[in-house]
């Protein structure tokens, strides 16, 4: 048997949707194009664009393979994201029609597929051997397997949308980085961004964005920020975030009822375009050089990525169950499955805090010997009690 060692980090088929009818290949853009010198000082870049078939785009070499010796292992990429892929197309398919029965059978595929790329891509990788550097290849798999649905309980909590690029001339970008995360607060020249981070998942107004294809963009906004779009503190963790853990939905709420213009597609380009690590890619190569038009600064573009009001009825309220054995189960906007305790939480602070005051965690210290370091996201929380 042939081993695949050229492994396709976005997969084929996917690179596909964004094919236009009349061309197979894609302009696929280097972000980080590689320069020379010339003997007289100059510094000259090499070519940064080029018109490739699926076959060559994201894609690198032993990018999965393990070895044993002189052995070389293919499983991952023909096992597992094997499987995965074949799942996926199907869901990718079913979220872009208009079928909620399908909706419904393919919905748990759908976001594992979207959380197993988020982790496949040499950035994901590199986030992984950024916590742990000591992994070799073979560890770093492992690791890979292990976490690739720590996102599946957010993501399938958040009010979800997919956007239509139908109406307009400009269509959707393909990026090394396809589940894009963004958060209004965590410009690309942020600390939080640097390479190979993004925002957490689970800050409140964090959303994700990824293309399904050239003409459809599915996003992902947490409710509570969905809801109550003036939050104050944008990297304050979502109520009852978590990583890991069973929850219900309700597997046919979907917001399907926007047709971007030009303008609102470039924004979403944008943001994709500055969340890539190194290539992105479009059937047209105009379309890769978003920034020519948009100029805004990068808390303004949260607005073309807010869902609907008047269609978040969808989400939120409270969930009983009742089963054939009389047992129920219960469970609220944000997974909880008991009632939130009010005598936990702390008291509102309505004026900023002074470094002399005490601060807003609890501990009974000064503000400015406790909290007044730490970042906002790293902080004991300011809102609920805990034991200490």
Request: aromatic share 12%.
């Amino acid at each position: 048997m042939i081993k695949t060692r050229n492994n396709h980090y976005v997969p084929q088929w996917y690179q596909k949707g964004f094919h236009s009818i009349d061309s197979n290949k894609l302009f696929y853009l280097d972000l980080e194009p590689e320069s020379n010198e010339l003997p007289d000082g100059r510094i000259v870049k090499m070519n940064d664009c080029w018109l490739f078939p699926t076959s060559k785009c994201f894609v690198q070499k032993d990018l999965y393979t393990t070895f044993f010796g002189q052995d070389i292992n293919d499983e991952i990429e023909r096992k597992l994201f094997g499987k995965i892929d074949d799942t996926g197309v199907q869901a990718i398919k079913a979220f872009i029609g208009d079928n909620k029965s399908e909706w419904h059978y393919n919905i748990s595929n759908f976001f594992e597929y979207i959380d197993a790329q988020k982790i496949r891509t040499p950035k994901g990788l590199s986030w992984i051997k950024n916590h742990y550097p000591d992994l070799n290849q073979t560890e770093l798999m492992e690791e890979m397997q292990a976490i690739r649905q720590s996102h599946i309980t957010i993501l399938s909590e958040g009010v979800r949308e997919i956007v239509s690029a139908k109406n307009s001339n400009v269509k959707f970008l393909l990026s090394d980085n396809p589940v894009t995360i963004y958060n209004y607060d965590c410009p690309p020249d942020d600390e939080i961004c640097n390479h190979p981070n993004d925002p957490s998942i689970s800050f409140v107004c964090t959303q994700t964005i990824f293309p399904l294809n050239m003409d459809n963009c599915l996003i992902v906004t947490n409710y509570e920020y969905a809801e109550k779009t003036d939050i104050s503190k944008p990297r304050k963790k979502r109520t009852h975030a978590r990583n890991f853990g069973t929850t219900i939905i309700k597997t046919d709420a979907l917001i399907k009822e926007r047709k971007l213009n030009e303008e609102d597609v470039k924004k979403i380009n944008y943001i994709i375009k500055k969340r890539a690590h190194k290539y992105i890619a479009a059937s047209k190569k105009e379309w890769l050089y978003p920034e020519k038009d948009i100029n805004i600064p990068w808390v303004e573009l949260r607005n073309v990525l807010l869902p609907p009001k008047n269609q978040l009825w969808q989400w939120g309220g409270e969930m009983f169950i009742g089963y054939k054995d009389g047992s129920t189960h219960y469970q609220d906007a944000f997974g909880r499955i008991t009632p939130e305790n009010k005598l936990l939480r702390k008291p509102n602070k309505t004026k900023k805090i002074g470094k002399n005051d005490y601060c807003g965690c609890g501990s009974g210290r000064k503000y400015k010997k406790c909290c007044i370091d730490i970042k906002e996201e790293e902080r004991s929380s300011w809102e609920v009690l805990s034991i200490r």
